[in-house]
């Protein structure tokens, strides 16, 4: 089953320390923890410690990450949520496995997730993310500054 500790290693690879980038919708922005979603807690002085306790309890939990059988999945899934928030993550995968996209990881999207040929599925998730991070940019021109950033986090997660 997979190991959050090396899915957070991971993903903390493209989540640097305090930023506060106004061209960023998500605000300050510490350990990828950002103001616009946790507008109660102070972002510039968040220790890794409390950014790893919220990313295990608010992603990798929501994620149902712990029941999945390839690390490399979770480690997607995980650091997608992360980017994109838990649904949309969730939805993207949902899409891929042909089951209801409903933004939940639940059993039957953890038993498809844990048949299908990882591979396939791991392709197959970074060509929906780019497709998505190019409909942010549609929607959003100023997103553009970000799209090669989210592009390579895509392709060598």
Do not use: C
């Not at 998500?26 to 306790?53: H, V």
């Not at 591979?119 to 998505?132: A, C, G, H, V, Y």
């Amino acid at each position: 089953m997979a190991d959050f500790d090396k899915a957070i290693e991971n993903t903390l690879k493209h989540e640097g320390g305090y930023v506060n980038d106004s061209s960023d919708n998500g605000g300050e922005t510490n350990f990828g923890i950002s103001s616009k979603s946790y507008p109660n807690i102070d972002i510039k002085n968040l220790t890794m410690d409390e950014a790893k306790y919220i990313y295990q309890r608010d992603y990798w939990n929501k994620l149902n990450a712990d029941t999945i059988e390839s690390q490399s999945v979770a480690n997607a899934l995980f650091d997608t949520a992360v980017n994109m928030g838990v649904s949309t993550s969730a939805k993207l995968i949902q899409k891929i496995l042909e089951v209801k996209e409903d933004g939940a990881i639940g059993k039957i999207t953890l038993k498809k997730l844990n048949e299908v040929d990882e591979k396939l599925l791991l392709s197959e998730f970074k060509i929906e993310k780019i497709k998505r991070y190019a409909l942010l940019v549609k929607k959003r021109p100023a997103n553009k500054k970000f799209l090669l950033g989210w592009i390579n986090r895509t392709v060598f997660v």
